[in-house]
C-alpha cells in the first residue's frame, strides 16, 4: 500500500475565512491582501481557524473595487453562483449589483475562458497553486489605495535553515511535492465536477433567495447534532432524516439532511429554499438557514417542541393529549396556512404534500406546514397544471392528480379535506378498517353522512370535551373538500368562512377513493400510463 504524505493544507478550511495556505511556506497560512488577522492572538499561537478580516470594510453605497490574485486554488464554492454565456465583465457588474457578493472569476479556468462564478460570502479554502486561475477579490477603493508593499502572490521569503540532508533526502522531497501536486490538481478537478453537478441551472431568482437566507456552516451544524449522532435523530422523510440540534448560543434546530438514497435531490432542495424563504406566516414552519458543502445539501429550521400531528392522532396514549378544542384550533390553523399559501402570499403556492406527518406542532400545540420541497408556484386562483410524475403521499393525493396527473389549488383542498377527518377520528385514511364494510375512512365519513350518524366518526378520546356542532361542521366541510371533481371542492377561503360560520352548507357529493378497492386501480392506472406515486413517511 502507498503511503500519502499529509501536509497542512490538505485538511479542508485550515486558514479559515479569507485565509490561504501555503506549502511552501514555513508558516502554512497567511491573509488575503487587505485582510488581517481575525483573532491575532489566536494567529500568533499556530490556531488559524478563525481566519481574516478586513482590514477596511466595504460600504456598498460607494463603487467598490476588485483586486485580481493568481496562483491559487478557487475557494469552496459552497456559497456560489454561476452563468455559462456571461463574459467577465458582465460577471463583474452582476458581482457589484450584490453586497454580499465578494469575489468572482472565470466559470472556464482555461486560458480565454468564459461564464461568470460568483462568491456570495466569505472566501474558504483558499490555497496556493501552481496555476494560471484568476481570482477577482472585491476590496475597499480606500484599501487598495494604501496598497502595502506586498502581494498576495508574491513569494513568501522562507526563513533559511542549514541542514545536512542526504541526496535520498532530497529526492524523496522532490517526489513528494510532485504527488502532492498531482493530488492537487484531481481534487480540484473532483470538486469542480462535483460542485457544478449539484449547483447548475441556478437562476439569478434563486441566488437572490439564497442571498436572503443565512448560510450555516457544515462545521456547525456537525457540532449541533453531535456528528448527526443517531440519539438526536427525530424523524425521517422523503427527503432524509431530521436531527434535532444546539447551537452554540442555546437556540434549539431541527436539521433536515438529503439522504443519498433519497428519491429527491437538488430540486427539492432549491424548491424548498425559493419557496418558504419568501414565506411567513404564523402557521408555516420558519426556514432560518441552510448549508450546502459537496455533496452534503441541508436545511435548518425552527425546531418544533410536539414534533408532527401524526405522532398524536395516530398514537392511542398520545392521542388522548388532543382534546377537542385543540383539534379544532390546528384545524384552524392548518386552513389559515393552506390559504395564505393559495392566495394571501407573495408567492402563489400549491403545497402537493399535505398530509399529517407534514404538519408540525409547536410549543403551545399551534400547527404549522412544512416540507415544501414538492410545492410549486402557480398564476391564477384556477390554474391547472400537468405533470408525468405524481409525487405525494397515497390517501391524500386527489384523483385528477394520481390519475391524470393534473394538479390545482384544488389538489391540497382534497388532501386538507383527508386531514380533517384524520383529525376528527384519530384514524388514517389509507388502511383504515371497519367490520361492517371495506370502505377507507373517506367512504366511512360519506356512509355515516348518508345515514346522519356522522357524530360516530368522532375520536372516543375527545367525547368529553367535543362540541358536536363544531364536529359536525368540520366533517361536512371535510366532505365538501373530498369531492370527486376538482370544480365542486370550496376553495380554501370559502372553507375558512364555512368552518368560522354557523349557517347552512351545501350537500357534499359523493368523495372519491372510498374504498381501498378504489387506491388499488389507481395504482394500476398509474402504472399503464407511466405516474410515478411517491410514498413517502412522515416524521
Known amino acids: 500500500m502507498q ?25 502554512p497560512c497567511s491573509c488575503l491582501e487587505g485582510f488581517e488577522p481575525k483573532v491575532p492572538k489566536e494567529w500568533k499561537a499556530g490556531d488559524w481557524s478563525s481566519g481574516c478580516q478586513r482590514k477596511k470594510p466595504l460600504d456598498c453605497r460607494t463603487p467598490d473595487v476588485f483586486h485580481k490574485i493568481s496562483g491559487v486554488i478557487f475557494p469552496d464554492t459552497r456559497r456560489s453562483w454561476y452563468n455559462k454565456s456571461m ?68 513569494k513568501k521569503e522562507v526563513l533559511t535553515v542549514v541542514l545536512s540532508v542526504s541526496s535520498a533526502a532530497l529526492l524523496l522531497s522532490a517526489v513528494t511535492y510532485a504527488c502532492r501536486k498531482k493530488m492537487k490538481s484531481l481534487h480540484k ?14 437562476t439569478s431568482d434563486r441566488m ?46 431541527a436539521v433536515k439532511r438529503l439522504s443519498e ?14 419557496c418558504i424563504a419568501k414565506l411567513q406566516h404564523r402557521n408555516l414552519v420558519k426556514l432560518l438557514g441552510y448549508c450546502i458543502h459537496g455533496n452534503e445539501r441541508i436545511l435548518i429550521y425552527e425546531y418544533m417542541d410536539n414534533k408532527s400531528l401524526d405522532s398524536f392522532l395516530f398514537d392511542e396514549a398520545r392521542g388522548s393529549m388532543l ?9 384552524h390553523g392548518i386552513a389559515r396556512g393552506i390559504l395564505y399559501l393559495h392566495q394571501d402570499s407573495r408567492l402563489q403556492i400549491i403545497h402537493r404534500d399535505l398530509k399529517a406527518g407534514n404538519i408540525l406542532l409547536d410549543s403551545e400545540m399551534n400547527p404549522k406546514i412544512s416540507d415544501f420541497g414538492l410545492a410549486r408556484k402557480f398564476v391564477g386562483q384556477d390554474d391547472m397544471a400537468k ?26 383542498v382534497f388532501s386538507f379535506g383527508v386531514l380533517v377527518l384524520e383529525i376528527v377520528s384519530g384514524k388514517k385514511n389509507r388502511g383504515f378498517s371497519h367490520e361492517a364494510h371495506s370502505d377507507n375512512l373517506l367512504g366511512h365519513a360519506w356512509r355515516l353522512y348518508k345515514e346522519d350518524k356522522s357524530i ?10 367535543c362540541v358536536v356542532s363544531e364536529v359536525l361542521r368540520s366533517i361536512h366541510v371535510a366532505l365538501l373538500c373530498v369531492q370527486h371533481h376538482a370544480e365542486d371542492r370550496p376553495t380554501m377561503l370559502s372553507v375558512v368562512l364555512m368552518l368560522i360560520s354557523e349557517g347552512a352548507l351545501p350537500p357534499p357529493k359523493q368523495p372519491a377513493f372510498f374504498t381501498e378497492e378504489s387506491y388499488r386501480e389507481v395504482d394500476i392506472v398509474s402504472s399503464l400510463e407511466e405516474y410515478t406515486v411517491t410514498l413517502l413517511h412522515g416524521r
Not at 382534546?323 to 384545524?331: M, S, T
Not at 390517501?395 to 396527473?405: C, D, F, K, L, N
Open 3 to 27: 503511503n500519502v504524505v499529509v501536509d497542512a493544507c490538505s485538511r479542508y478550511g485550515p486558514c479559515g475565512p479569507f485565509g490561504s495556505c501555503s506549502m511552501k511556506s514555513s508558516l
Open 87 to 154: 463574459s467577465l465583465e458582465e460577471c463583474e457588474m452582476t458581482c457589484r449589483r450584490h453586497c454580499s457578493c465578494t469575489a468572482y472569476a472565470n466559470l472556464d479556468i482555461r486560458k480565454g475562458g468564459s461564464g461568470c462564478l460568483l462568491w456570495l460570502d466569505e472566501l474558504m479554502d483558499i490555497r496556493e497553486y501552481d496555476d494560471h486561475q484568476e481570482l477577482y477579490i472585491r476590496m475597499s477603493t480606500s484599501e487598495l489605495a494604501a496598497k502595502e508593499q506586498f502581494s498576495f502572490n508574491k
Open 189 to 202: 478537478k473532483e470538486q469542480g465536477n462535483r460542485v457544478h453537478t449539484h449547483d447548475k441551472d441556478l
Open 208 to 253: 437572490e433567495n439564497l442571498d436572503q437566507l443565512p448560510f450555516f456552516s457544515l462545521h456547525k451544524i456537525v457540532e449541533a447534532t453531535n456528528n448527526f449522532n443517531i440519539d438526536n435523530k427525530i424523524g425521517e422523510g422523503g427527503f432524509g432524516p431530521v436531527y434535532k440540534g444546539v447551537l452554540e448560543n442555546g437556540r434549539v434546530i
Open 261 to 274: 438514497t433519497s428519491q429527491q435531490g437538488v430540486d427539492e432542495f432549491q424548491n424548498e429554499v425559493i
Open 323 to 331: 382534546d377537542w378544542p385543540q383539534r379544532f384550533r390546528i384545524i
Open 387 to 412: 405533470t408525468k410524475k405524481v409525487v405525494g403521499t397515497h390517501g391524500y393525493i386527489s384523483p385528477e392528480y394520481a390519475v391524470h396527473g393534473r394538479f390545482s389549488i384544488k389538489s391540497d
Open 456 to 465: 360516530e366518526l368522532m375520536s372516543a378520546s375527545v367525547r368529553n370535551s
